[in-house]
């Protein structure tokens, strides 16, 4: 699969003190042991801020030449992880990256930060 699942392991609530685990480590875990226990091949990157803070936890899903989708607001659960990698199997089967609405996951039909075209710029 070429769609990447970019995961920021740093998103915690203001509340929670900084000598406990956060919940955006949490969640990358989870989507990793996911993936490894369905066989999935899926890179699975863990980031240390994407500026999503106010709506932890944040995730995002981008492949070359596809729109990319940055998420938050996500639980740190076994159901957002599951729901992440359907987005992801979603996204990498599109063409273009774009992902209407009402076809993806429940959880990643809101808390979205960032909806963003693919560079038009040749590398």
Known sequence: MTTEILVCVLCRPPELPRDQPSPGRALFEAIENIALRDDLHIPIRPVDCMSGCR??????????????????DL???????EQVLACAALHHASADGFMAREARPERLREGILARLPAPTIPR
């Open 75 to 81: 639980p740190a659960d076994e159901e957002s992880a």
């Open 55 to 72: 709506r932890h936890c944040t995730v995002a899903l981008q492949a070359p030449g596809k729109t990319t989708y940055m998420f938050g």
